[in-house]
């Protein structure tokens, strides 16, 4: 019979482990933090039953519900990590999870995957409200698929735009501006009202948003329409955004 061997054989996890063990970290700190609760669900909720109430003042069911469902993302995905992450770098935080086995891939990793998890989540509620409210969708195989990628872009290109404002101010200045830059695109982005309901002279510039790219993507797959220029639009700004965020993040205060 072979001798139990009990000494110590430290390690680190395995890089998926440990990229989504912080994850679920990140999300439960998401989903717990009283006002990205509030931007994530109670604000789209809101508007979804005000909408409801008030008649076609927001807009009919059909156009407001999957303007919530892009407003949800919107909220996650930029309002929420950039908020998050200005002070997770003012504390230090990031710097002491970077020199971690995580490293700082896997801390981005693992961000990306908690924003997933998040607006899944969104989606399903704020889905499942708003058929019981009486939306009634009629999208196609194709437009559902094009709706997905849509979201994957938006949210990627979000959370770039999070990064690069987080990275660079102070967690005061993120705070303010994130949250400026929320209510200014809730209004005059795109994302809640359809285009049709600007000037016209100002369509063209809010076509270029991705926040207008998302919602009027949203809305045009709902009723199983196909826009490819939302798709480029959220592409673009990812791509620049990335790039952008990638040369000027700082890891520490």
């Keep these: 019979m072979s001798a139990l061997d009990l000494s110590p054989a430290p390690g680190a996890a395995p890089a998926r482990q440990r990229v989504v063990r912080h994850a679920l970290t990140e999300t439960r700190l998401l989903v717990r933090n009283g006002e990205q609760l509030l931007l994530a669900l109670v604000v789209p909720l809101g508007i979804l039953v005000a909408g409801r109430v008030v008649g076609g003042r927001l807009g009919a069911l059909e156009t407001l519900a999957p303007s919530v469902l892009a407003l949800a993302v919107w909220s996650t995905a930029f309002t929420s990590v950039a908020i998050a992450t200005g002070f997770e770098r003012r504390y230090g935080v990031l710097e002491r999870l970077a020199s971690t086995p995580l490293g700082r891939t896997g801390l981005l990793a693992g961000k990306a995957l908690a924003v997933v998890l998040v607006v899944v989540g969104q989606l399903v509620v704020l889905t499942a409200a708003a058929l019981l409210l009486g939306w009634r969708p009629t999208p196609t195989a194709g437009s559902a698929l094009a709706a997905a990628l849509l979201v994957v872009l938006a949210a990627a290109a979000f959370v770039s735009l999070a990064l690069l404002l987080a990275g660079r101010l102070r967690a005061e200045a993120t705070l303010g501006l994130a ?20 000037p016209a002279v100002l369509r063209p510039v809010l076509e270029l948003l991705p926040t207008a790219a998302l919602g009027e993507g949203l809305r045009s797959a709902a009723t199983g329409t196909v826009l490819g220029w939302p798709l480029l639009v959220c592409l673009v700004w990812l791509l620049l955004g990335g790039l952008a965020a990638r040369k000027v993040f700082r890891w520490t205060a």
Excluded: A
């Design 179 to 198: 949250n400026l830059v929320y209510v200014v695109l809730l209004v005059g982005g795109g994302l809640v009202l359809p285009l049709s309901r600007y």
